[in-house]
Structures are given as C-alpha cells and as structure tokens.
C-alpha cells in the first residue's frame, strides 16, 4: 500500500517539475520565431508576415540559418516558421520531416519555379548548342578560369547535389560556392557588362527575369528516382544524372506546435501569398535598387492594404486586433 502511495507521489514530483521545466517555452512560445535564410526575396517576405503580426500583437524575431541548417530547429521546436521553401533545393529534407510527422506545412505560393545552372543569352554565340546539357564539355574553356581548363560553375549556399551531377554526367567542371545571393550578383552584373561568358546558379521569379536575358540548362529532366535509385538515367551507378524539376513549388512551413500555440498566427502565414511578379519584384528592389527588405516590406504593405487586410480576419484573430 504504502509503496503505491510513493509511486504515485513520485509520479506527482514528476508532474512538478516536468510544468515547471517546460514554463520558460510555454512564455516564450508567444513570441513568433522566424527564419532568415539567404536570398532576398525570402527576406522581404519574412518581414512582411512580422509586421502582419504586429498588427494583430503578436511579437517576433527573426533567426538567421543556412537552409540546411534550419530543419533541426523546426524539428525540435526552436524556430517557428520559415516563408520561402524551394523545392530545387530543399525537398529532400522536407518531404524527411512531412514523413516523420515533425513538420507542418502552411500551403504552396500560385507561383511555378526553376531553379538551376544558368547563362546569359549572349553565351549561344560562343556556343550555339546550349541549351543542351551535352555542348557544356565542348564549351568548358568559355568558362574556365585561370590555368585550370575546367569551366566553372559559380554556386549559393543551397544546393546540394552539384559535385554528384558533375561526376555522375561526367561534366569538365568546378564548382565555388559563394556564401549568398548577393556574392551571385555581382559575379552576374560584372560578366555580363563585359559580355563575358558566366555559369552560375539562378532561378526564377528572381529579379534577373526582369533585367537580363538567359537560359537554364536544359539537364536530363528530373524524376525523383534520379535522388534515389542510382540505376535509373543515363549513369547507372550514381545519382543525380538528372536536373531540378523544371517546374517546381515553393511552400511555407512551420514547426509541428506552431498552429496549436498559436492558431492566428498560423491562419496569418496559411493566407498570406505572393505571386511571381511580387517576388520578382522584391528581389529587383533588393539586389538591384539597394533597398533593406525591411524597407521594401514596409513600402508594399503601405501600397497593397487590399491584398494583406484579410489575411488577419480569421476567427483565431478575433480578440487580437
Ligand atoms: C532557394 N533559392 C531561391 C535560392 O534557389
């Protein structure tokens, strides 16, 4: 009997301290943590949902993080939301968490992305067989640099899989990688004012669609087994002999919790979107104009009330406003 009774008071202290242990989170929770990655469009977007929370008073920060980086915190719950995921370059991870029930989605952008190896129109001249994958060995020295005759292939922070298709297509190439979008752009706006022959990482809505002509390689098309089953494509024993889906999504998510701590916010993120034009045009006024994304955030909700005020009438908003 008396045993019982120990156990249970046990399981009370257990109790305890288990509410005590998890009163920090349940106040910090109000605080909506959003993440920042490294491109401009993404920035300009996670700074017009923070001040769509202002509105409704809800506090938030923003959490710098590298793409690859920012799964584990949504995982464990210390980050709450990231607006802009690619598909091209974040799928693998997230379809991971979508399967392991640790990640909620809050709907796709109306918007159809690519995002790949990219040269400017004026490169057909010097090689009249792009876009085709197969003319890039053919052409390696347009791209070379140095004493180095491989051509290179200037890349971000985010993609994953470029040395494994330049082995598995066996591709004359290397790859830098530059630490964000800005390092890209100046690569671009430097080569084609000399009209020089560049490769590099673009996609698209960017605000290239708006300013310069070019082409993504045309790859092997994608197909997910081209990630997953070395024997498929054209190289049967490596993967990825394919490109990114020529037409890809982009999502917003958030953390598993999110929507029960905070339901307004989440219907706030669930109905906010954007369209290509928007984003194209945010990251015009970023990379190109030299405007802070909170100033271009600032700007676009002072000028589009009719787009964003229903995105906070939700019933979960109701006693927030
Ligand atoms: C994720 N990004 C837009 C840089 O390709």
């Known amino acids: 009997m008396s045993y019982v009774i120990m156990l249970q008071r046990k399981k009370l202290l257990y109790c305890i301290t288990a509410m005590l242990l998890s009163l920090p989170q349940a106040l910090h929770a109000q605080t909506v943590r959003i993440i920042l990655n490294d491109w401009a469009s993404q920035h300009v977007i996670s700074h017009i949902y923070s001040q769509l929370l202002s509105k ?18 949504l995982k464990y719950n210390y980050v709450d939301v990231q607006v802009e995921v690619w598909q091209g370059t974040m799928e693998d991870k997230l379809a991971q968490l979508i399967a392991s029930n640790d990640l909620q989605e809050a709907g796709s952008y109306p918007i159809e992305t690519r995002e790949d190896w990219w040269y400017p129109s004026y490169v057909e001249l010097l090689c009249p067989k792009l876009p085709d994958w197969q003319a890039l060995n053919d052409c390696a020295h347009l791209f070379s640099k140095g004493d180095d005759p491989r051509g290179v292939y200037y890349t971000g922070p985010w993609e994953k899989n470029d040395h494994a298709r330049v082995r598995a297509l066996g591709l004359n190439y290397r790859i830098e990688s530059l630490p964000d979008d800005a390092a890209l752009v100046t690569i671009l706006k430097q080569a084609y004012k000399l009209n020089q022959p560049v490769l590099l990482f673009n996609w698209t809505p960017n605000w290239v669609d708006v300013q310069y002509q070019g082409q993504f390689v045309d790859f092997p098309a994608y197909a997910p087994e081209c990630e997953t089953k070395p024997e498929w494509g054209m190289n049967k024993q490596f993967l990825h002999d394919c490109g990114n889906p020529a037409t890809g999504w982009i999502k917003k998510v958030a953390a598993k919790e999110f929507p029960k701590a905070l339901p307004c916010a989440f219907s706030i993120l669930e109905n906010m979107t954007f369209n290509s034009s928007d984003l194209a045009q945010f990251a015009l006024q970023v990379n190109q104009q030299s405007q802070s994304s909170e100033q271009v955030s600032i700007d676009w909700l002072q000028h589009n009330p009719t787009r964003w005020q229903h995105w906070l009438t939700s019933p979960s908003c109701d006693n927030r406003r």
């Open 56 to 73: 409704v008073n809800i506090d938030s920060k923003f959490v710098p993080l590298p793409t690859d980086g920012q799964w584990y915190y």
